[in-house]
């Protein structure tokens, strides 16, 4: 019996493709949100914007890519995941368009993970678990990588907890748009400085 080649990696989009399938996503993450506020009638976190609340957010931010940073040092498999995914979503990117990676994912999964799942589920750790474990199921793009939907089930859980800590959606949304917006542009530091 013949044995089958091994698995090509998938072709990666354009930048315009990828762009709209950033864009995309989020209406459909916002679209998910909306039916499920108007199904459950889910009361909505509160979104107050402070210095303090942009303060907190961007040093969660910081923190959560400083950590990432040390796993992808430390952790091959990690790395390898990371290398994977982020080269499928960064490579066609220019860098005026990391704004938008950090924003539409930032703005729309907080909505959707943070802002209606935690408090139908429960504003408690239960809640946050279950919200982090669907989030990190987001970020799955092969099984081989799946330590990369870890982190990002473990990232859900910080944002889960700043939000049930501050009662403000602002605060994991910030954070979500500081870590996509600083571990996009240290993944092309480091892949221009090769």
């Not at 996509?180 to 993944?187: F, G, K, P, R, V």
């Amino acid at each position: 019996m013949a044995e089958l080649p091994p698995p090509q990696p998938a072709e990666s989009l354009s930048r315009v493709q990828l762009l709209a399938a950033m864009g995309m996503t989020a209406v459909v993450l916002l679209i998910i949100a909306r039916l499920w506020i108007w199904l459950d009638d889910v009361p909505l976190m509160a979104t107050k914007l402070t210095t303090d609340v942009l303060l907190l957010g961007c040093v969660i931010g910081l923190g959560i890519t400083l950590c990432s940073e040390g796993l992808y040092r430390i952790w091959k498999d990690y790395r390898e995941g990371a290398d994977v995914y982020l080269s499928m979503i960064l490579r066609p990117l220019k860098m005026a368009d990391l704004i938008w990676l950090g924003v539409l994912p930032g703005m729309s999964e907080e909505l959707l993970f943070r802002g209606v799942m935690l408090p139908a589920i429960g504003l408690n750790w239960f809640g946050i678990l279950i919200s982090s474990l669907c989030f990190g199921v987001l970020h799955f793009f092969s099984p081989r990588h799946w330590c990369y939907v870890a982190w990002a089930a473990v990232v859900g859980g910080v944002l889960g907890i700043s939000a049930l800590q501050t009662q403000n959606l602002l605060v994991p949304v910030v954070a979500h748009i500081v870590t996509n917006i600083l571990s996009s542009l240290l993944w092309k530091y480091k892949q221009a400085h090769h």
